[in-house]
């Protein structure tokens, strides 16, 4: 029997299609039959850049995957209103060794730091620039970020 324990919940793919015309985005999610209730999730947040501020953060609304009561994906695929499209896929640490090198003290939590991202950021590269803040090393994935504004073949999303 394969244990839950070992098992990677997700996998996930960009691929480029017709000499770079076309782009596919996916993610898989494996989990067990108990988590089949999922729902699709879109978040619009009129959040401003400052307090004093009239301007919205760039990526006031966020479509994602998710369960219900959650506040983020789970599955960790995310469409956002500033064109990025940010999934990942796990890696397990299963090396004790590199635990030592674990940082408890300055840890801001995988989701919140995911969610921070994908509301202030306009580009992959600013995504990351964000999202590395306050990284523990515990939850270590491969994360892609498609930025659609860099493909001029590919339709916007979000729309209606």
Same mark, same amino acid.
């Given at each position: 029997?394969?244990?839950?324990?070992?098992?990677?919940?997700?996998?996930?793919?960009?691929?480029?299609?017709?000499?770079?015309?076309?782009?596919?985005?996916?993610?898989?999610?494996?989990?067990?039959? +108990?988590?089949?209730?999922?729902?699709?999730?879109?978040? @619009?947040? /009129?959040?401003? $850049?400052?307090?004093?501020? &009239?301007?919205?953060?760039?990526?006031?609304?966020?479509?994602?995957?998710?369960?219900?009561?959650?506040?983020?994906?789970?599955?960790?695929?995310?469409?956002?209103?500033?064109?990025?499209?940010?999934?990942?896929?796990?890696?397990?640490?299963?090396?004790?060794?590199?635990?030592?090198?674990?940082?408890?003290?300055?840890?801001?939590?995988?989701?919140? +730091?995911?969610?921070?991202?994908?509301?202030?950021?306009? @580009?992959? /590269?600013?995504? $990351?620039?964000?999202?590395? &803040?306050?990284?523990?090393?515990?939850?270590?994935?491969?994360?892609?970020?498609?930025?659609?504004?860099?493909?001029?073949?590919?339709p916007p999303i979000l729309e209606s």
């Amino acid at each position: 029997m394969y244990s839950h324990r070992w098992m990677t919940p997700c996998s996930a793919l960009i691929k480029l299609l017709n000499d770079s015309r076309d782009i596919y985005f996916a993610h898989s999610t494996w989990f067990t039959y +108990r988590n089949m209730l999922r729902i699709q999730k879109k978040y @619009t947040l /009129r959040l401003h $850049t400052t307090k004093h501020s &009239r301007t919205l953060v760039p990526g006031h609304t966020v479509s994602m995957s998710s369960y219900p009561g959650k506040l983020v994906s789970l599955d960790d695929f995310y469409l956002t209103s500033t064109g990025l499209a940010v999934t990942e896929t796990t890696i397990h640490n299963d090396n004790p060794a590199l635990w030592k090198h674990l940082n408890p003290n300055a840890t801001v939590l995988t989701w919140v +730091r995911g969610a921070v991202a994908n509301r202030l950021s306009s @580009t992959g /590269r600013e995504w $990351t620039s964000i999202f590395k &803040r306050g990284n523990s090393g515990t939850y270590n994935n491969q994360w892609m970020v498609l930025d659609y504004n860099t493909q001029s073949q590919c339709p916007p999303i979000l729309e209606s």
